[in-house]
């Protein structure tokens, strides 16, 4: 039972290259969730998924597209790399009981756009 | 709109001091409340939470207290070690998500 898997762990692109970034959970878990955690802040909502096939945008959703094809995956593509898009990214996911559940994060992606 | 604020942004203890974080938040339907541990470099991880029908929850040194009328709520640790020093993270819930707070940085010096 890995929990949740980000891949990659680290990436640098270069301005304007795309990318995807994968999170898979094997806990059969309905919400899944993409956020941003810059140096020295909290973390910021991108977009999140209340089940396979839907998506929704959160506080910070430009330059950012999601899809969950698969109930355990959720991709965070970034189109068009910008600087301001360097980060950490954290997948999390929770449980079919609603968004009254833990959520469990995986290990981040660090993405460094030159 | 959904709002979770968190206070102090750092907190600075000797070992075997108790540590206090308090949070309030905005949205009254709010009924699931987390708190997570962030070391440096690592994940967030869940160390306790507390739902709305309770008003206290213990586990060892941790210990969380929810005031549903004031909207706020509080993580409390006691006998603190090294160990604990990280970033702490309150959460509550609002539509479809958890709504963070900015974090805490808790440092305990020997």
């Known amino acids: 039972n890995a929990g949740v898997t980000q891949t990659p762990k680290f990436r640098v692109l270069k301005t304007g290259q795309s990318m995807t970034l994968l999170c898979a959970q094997d806990?059969?878990?309905?919400?899944m969730y993409w956020y941003r955690q810059d140096p020295g802040m909290g973390l910021r909502l991108i977009h999140y998924?209340?089940?396979?096939?839907?998506?929704a945008k959160g506080e910070v959703p430009d330059g950012y597209n999601v899809s969950r094809l698969k109930k355990q995956n959720f991709l965070l593509g970034l189109e068009s790399a910008a600087p301001s898009q360097t980060s950490v990214y954290f997948c999390?996911?929770?449980?079919?009981?609603?968004?009254?559940?833990?959520?469990?994060f995986g290990d981040g992606t660090r993405l460094s756009i030159l | 709109g959904e709002n979770v604020e968190q206070h102090p942004s750092t907190l600075s203890v000797q070992e075997g001091d108790s540590a206090v974080i308090k949070c309030t938040y905005s949205d009254s339907a709010s009924n699931y409340f987390p708190w997570y541990k962030q070391e440096l470099g690592k994940r967030p991880q869940l160390i306790i939470d507390?739902?709305?029908?309770?008003g206290e929850k213990k586990d060892q040194r941790i210990a969380v207290t929810l005031n549903k009328t004031a909207k706020h709520f509080s993580l409390h640790i006691t006998e603190t070690q090294p160990e604990d020093s990280a970033v702490y993270f309150c959460a509550a819930t609002g539509f479809q998500k958890l709504v963070f707070g900015t974090g805490t940085r808790l440092l305990v010096s020997p």
């Open positions: 999390a996911s929770s449980y079919s009981g609603g968004v009254a559940q833990p959520q469990h």
């Open positions: 507390i739902r709305s029908n309770v």
């Open positions: 998924s209340v089940g396979e096939g839907t998506t």
């Open positions: 806990m059969n878990h309905e919400y």
